[in-house]
């Protein structure tokens, strides 16, 4: 018989060498549990309606699914009960969820359900969370934390059953789901440097609405590299991960009908980009907002903040940023 190594294994020996609480584990422990549930209710979604819309819309202006709420509600249920969580950010809710304010020592801002149209299809989802630590010294400063201080950041592809979670200066490592439903084998993540494999994921309709230095710099690299595109930020930054190039999701600035510009991208900076932006960070790569401004330092001034982003091998990100920031 074959034995893999398991996610908490791991941690316990990570949390010993470092000389670490037990509090982090606690909190990964909750995120496990709500993965693990969210998972489950996808897998089974179809058969229990749950991959329908949900008829109201959230505070994106986008429509709620059914899988949302129940990724939603089965979060806040296990951050909280995990005592550790000061409050919580999430995508699905306006407001910041109050947790436990007095004793809770992280900050977790998450997007439970991500991907929302790859739901109806059953498609690969992703729920990414980023993870700050209060100011256990002296007053708390409120919980908008730009992504170099995150303690840790991951994602987990529902329903394929990975998990990716890189902790700040100990590398990115990935796990798979085996038969008994633990996250198992970990395998520590680096982008390759060898561009054979490297590939450009964006969406293709959004091109020409791009920055034209923007659309230039594509049309110099379309020959070179394989497109892909999932529609799911979780899954297209898991292949980049693992085959190298770049994630991108630039600013909209020219698109033919001007109210649907978007001079700030689409994705939110603290529960999207941040969380991706750290995870490559710690493979070996980079990421950049519109103006080649690192993603990791931006200081976010409101938790919704949404923001421009180009993420993966550092060449790439490298080149592009010079171009931006000319
Ligand atoms: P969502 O939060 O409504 O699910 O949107 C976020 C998703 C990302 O996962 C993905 O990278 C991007 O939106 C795709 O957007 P588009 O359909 O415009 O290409
Ligand atoms: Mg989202």
Redesign the pocket.
């Known amino acids: 018989m074959q034995f893999e190594q398991t996610f908490m294994n791991f941690m316990l020996h990570h949390q010993e060498k470092h000389k670490r609480t037990y509090h982090f584990l606690i909190l990964m422990d909750a995120l496990i549990s709500a993965a693990k549930h969210i998972q489950h209710y996808y897998l089974t979604g179809a058969l229990k309606g749950n991959l329908g819309f949900a008829g109201r819309v959230n505070v994106?202006g986008?429509e709620v699914m059914r899988m949302d709420q129940i990724a939603q509600e089965i979060t806040i249920h296990y951050l909280r009960s995990s005592g550790r969580v000061i409050h919580g950010v999430s995508?699905e809710t306006e407001e910041i969820i109050p947790m436990d304010t007095e004793g809770g020592r992280y900050f977790v801002y998450f997007?439970p359900?991500?991907?929302?149209?790859n739901v109806a299809h059953g498609l690969p989802?992703?729920f990414l969370f980023g993870i700050a630590k209060r100011n256990l010294d002296g007053p708390e400063d409120g919980h908008l934390r730009a992504g170099k201080d995150y303690r840790a950041a991951g994602m987990f592809v529902i329903p394929t059953g990975t998990f990716t979670l890189a902790l700040q200066g100990s590398g990115t490592w990935r796990f798979n789901i085996d038969d008994t439903m633990d996250f198992v084998k970990p395998v520590r993540m680096m982008l390759p440097e060898d561009r054979k494999t490297w590939e450009l994921s964006?969406?293709e309709?959004?091109r020409y609405s791009f920055a034209k230095r923007v659309q230039s710099w594509i049309a110099q690299k379309e020959k070179k590299y394989a497109f892909r595109?999932?529609?799911?930020?979780?899954?297209?930054f898991h292949r980049i991960l693992s085959n190298g190039g770049m994630?991108m999701?630039p600013a909209i600035l020219n698109h033919p009908n001007p109210e649907k510009n978007r001079p700030y991208g689409?994705?939110?900076l603290m529960y999207?980009a941040a969380v991706v932006a750290f995870m490559c960070r710690e493979a070996g790569g980079d990421a950049v907002d519109e103006t080649g401004t690192p993603i990791l330092e931006i200081q976010p001034k409101k938790h919704h903040q949404r923001t421009p982003l180009y993420v993966g091998s550092k060449p790439l990100v490298d080149e592009i940023a010079k171009i931006l920031r000319g």
């Open positions: 994106q986008e995508e997007d359900l991500d991907g929302s149209s989802v992703g964006f969406n309709a959004n595109y999932l529609g799911a930020l979780a899954g297209d994630f999701y689409k994705l939110r999207e």
